[in-house]
């Protein structure tokens, strides 16, 4: 049961697909706060029609006992712009985007793989607590960005919260689009359901930008859901749904570009399933090797990787070369470690700010706690650790 | 069946409270099969923290249970299967994600027995790490004694060592009740010893009974989970200076062993309640509150000040409330006063004699 699909377009709940019925919600131009119940059109009334007359679906009737089977053998396909060697497949899918604007993504991928491996490294050496990399999805996050304006709100997580942002922002007339942030393994939270209902119910403009990196911790996805992955529980809702490649960054940007224009225009939600693999740990309290075999990580590092991919196209258009890369690479690294040397050398701050700013006027009983503990240290300021701290 | 790799017997009899918990749970996964873990990453990758380190590879699929990242979905599933006659372990990652599944805790779990008028236990564990950790932010940090504990339907306990681990998590399996264990992640690691009878495998410590850890004389300091090792600590030092305290370690937030803490302040008249959750409407603020209300032997009492309550800080901080000791009430036999009010229970009446006034 093939869906046909041009190059680009947004695979929608469509109907009268094979013999089945499917669900359609998606009328143009039923959107906008002035229709008050857009859904509850009157249908005509003839007892010599035999067309179905339930309030709670738009379908024909079938009178042959047919199961809808979960297509999770060819699934929504995955729309890519670039190949794996960077050269682009369908000139018309290409952005054209500025040589600037290619280099911003570049540098802004690799910046952030820098500071990865920084950070990660200054974890295993007691620096920092605790942390988390991006290896393997810089396009996710680099192409979805630029893809939007600087006014717009981006929630990682909190799924429902986003779509509430999202509904203020419709009736504020803000012409701003939220993007939500989550990974597979979030997507099986309820919040997700609930979000996605009422992004649909409620009419408004928010991409749901999904993560889908084959991992949740060692969770795989076989054991997170057995459906079509997250792409295709949109249309369950009513959303303009699509599957992108998440490690070629244009694709990713054609597709959040496409979407934020359309989420803002029309008060629709759209959801994103950008497939990707997590090449690093899930965190530094994380050892993958335990339920991932080194080759499988192996292939993604140097066979499918965002970061490569756009290299290679920058070199084809000749806009880099190896002594920019080289240059770039020390120069990223230097930024990332003298801010990271200046974080290290600021103290802590003073332990009165536990108490400021938790209310507008400090209350009695906080006013208190705050003598009580300079009172405290007074007389056992030699136990704590005080010259990390501002004075 | 292969040795699990998680038991851990060293020669000195010390466990740590990961592996106490560990102990427990295969004991009792051995012994009933009914019993059963589900929760996040508990299966092959032996747990967020490890603690179910071990019982995927003995106990296989059908024992050890990987969930999606759903906490509503898990518990309420966990809540039908106890229903149905299994005994699920239910385990959070910490007990931060449990609000997400709280519904299914208090009102599909707590509350059948008694709506049922009897007819349908939950015989449900739910565990995982509570309070706070290390540099996890406020979201990930909050103490749910209070918050479970306030529950008619639920026991909860919060053990602190590896006995209290293991006794408990046993007891909670056993009971055919709903039982919230709430565990402590920087606990996990530390070592304790080992009494022989913790290494039996019918090793039960009852819920709702608390434990002196410290005897005293001046002064009484009830504290449960991670804390009471700070008290303990707090009571070495002020022990050189010559002031005994009587260390209680709850054990158990809900049946609360009152009677253990009413003993012993009657005993040193003096009490500081110490925990890693919030003071209004926090543990501290109940046991000071039913020390208050009076002691169930016909004893009034009159306080100058109110007994403290406080959220600790550290070692220190126990210490220096402690060595102030203007806080403390007196316990003075039965009379009738013109101060008494009447009682809370049965208006009118102001005989004293029962707990409630």
């Known amino acids: ?391 | 069946m292969a040795a699990v790799s998680g038991l851990v017997r060293r020669p000195l009899r010390e466990v740590t409270v990961r592996d106490a918990i560990n102990q427990g749970m295969d004991e009792e996964l051995e012994r009933d099969e009914k019993v059963f873990l589900l929760g996040e990453e508990v299966a092959q990758y032996d747990g967020a923290y490890k603690v179910s380190r071990g019982l995927w590879k003995k106990y296989g699929d059908k024992r050890i249970i990987d969930t999606p990242i759903s906490e509503m979905g898990f518990a309420g599933i966990a809540v039908g299967a106890a229903m149905a006659g299994l005994r699920p372990i239910c385990e959070f990652m910490t007990f931060n994600f449990s609000m997400q599944a709280i519904d299914q805790v208090i009102n599909s779990a707590a509350k059948t027995y008694y709506m049922s008028g009897g007819l349908q236990s939950v015989p449900i564990v739910f565990r995982g790490p509570n309070g706070a950790s290390a540099g996890v932010a406020a979201q990930h940090s909050q103490c749910f004694a209070a918050w479970y504990g306030h529950c008619p339907g639920l026991k909860v306990v919060s053990p602190w060592n590896s006995e209290d681990a293991k006794g408990l998590i046993k007891s909670a399996i056993r009971d055919n009740n709903p039982v919230v264990v709430l565990e402590n992640e920087l606990m996990y690691g530390v070592p304790f010893e080992f009494p022989p009878e913790a290494q039996s495998k019918d090793f039960l410590i009852p819920i709702g009974k608390a434990k002196i850890e410290r005897q005293g004389t001046h002064i009484t300091v009830v504290s449960h989970s991670r804390p009471v090792g700070h008290c303990l600590e707090a009571a070495a030092v002020l022990s050189k200076e010559g002031v005994e305290c009587e260390v209680i370690n709850m054990r158990t937030i809900r049946p609360m062993d009152m009677e253990t803490i009413e003993a012993s302040v009657m005993k040193t008249n003096h009490l500081v309640t110490v925990e890693g959750g919030w003071p209004q409407f926090g543990v501290g603020a109940e046991i000071c509150a039913r020390i208050m209300e009076g002691i169930s032997k016909k004893l009034v009492l009159e306080y100058s000040q109110a007994v403290v309550n406080i959220m600790y800080l550290n070692t220190y901080s126990i210490k220096r409330l402690k060595a102030r000791s203007v806080w403390h009430f007196s316990s003075r036999k039965y009379f009738k006063s013109k101060s008494r009010k009447s009682c809370v229970q049965f208006p009118g009446c102001s005989c004293c004699s029962c707990h409630w006034c």
Request: charged share 25%; hydrophobic share 35%; aromatic share 10%.
């Open chain 1, 1 to 391: 049961m093939a869906v046909a699909i041009a190059a680009g377009k947004v695979w929608r709940p469509n109907r009268g697909l094979s013999q089945a019925a499917v669900l359609l919600l998606w009328r143009p131009g039923a959107r906008g706060l002035a229709r008050s119940h857009p859904h509850r059109q009157q249908q005509q009334f003839s007892s010599l029609d035999d067309k179905p007359q339930f309030p709670g679906a738009s379908a024909e009737f079938i009178d042959k006992l047919e199961f809808i089977q979960p297509n999770v053998i060819s699934g929504i396909p995955i729309y890519r712009v670039m190949d794996r060697q960077g050269q682009i497949i369908n000139p018309s899918e290409d952005p054209h985007l500025p040589k600037e604007k290619v280099l911003k993504l570049y540098k802004s991928m690799t910046l952030l793989n820098t500071m990865d491996r920084i950070l990660y490294e200054s974890q295993r050496q007691g620096r920092i607590s605790f942390y988390m990399t991006n290896y393997g999805e810089e396009g996710t996050h680099v192409g979805s960005a630029a893809a939007l304006d600087n006014t717009d709100l981006v929630f990682g997580q909190y799924r429902e919260a986003a779509v509430g942002a999202a509904y203020a922002a419709k009736r504020a007339n803000a012409n701003r689009v939220v993007i939500c942030y989550f990974g597979e393994g979030a997507a099986s939270e309820g919040d997700a359901h609930a979000g996605f209902n009422f992004a649909a119910t409620l009419e408004c403009p928010i991409i749901f930008f999904c993560r889908n990196n084959g991992y949740a911790i060692s969770t795989p996805t076989s054991e997170q859901y057995r459906g079509d992955g997250i792409a295709a529980r949109g249309p369950g809702y009513g959303i303009m749904s699509i599957r992108v490649d998440g490690n070629d960054v244009f694709a990713v940007y054609n597709a959040t570009k496409e979407a934020r224009r359309r989420a803002v225009a029309e008060n629709q939600p759209f959801l994103i399933e950008a497939m990707t693999y997590r090449i690093g740990h899930h965190s530094t309290s994380d050892d993958s090797s335990a339920y991932r075999s080194v080759d499988e990580v192996n292939y993604w590092d140097k066979q499918d990787h965002p970061i490569s991919r756009l290299r290679h196209y920058l070199l084809s258009q000749g806009w880099w070369d190896e002594e920019q890369e080289k240059a770039w690479r020390k120069q990223s690294r230097k930024k990332v470690m003298e801010a990271f040397e200046q974080a290290e050398r600021k103290p802590k701050p003073n332990p009165n700010l536990l108490f400021s700013d938790v209310y507008q006027e400090m209350p009695a009983q906080l006013r208190k706690q705050q003598e009580s503990l300079a009172r405290h240290l007074q007389t056992y300021g030699e136990h704590y650790p005080l010259e990390h701290f501002d004075k």
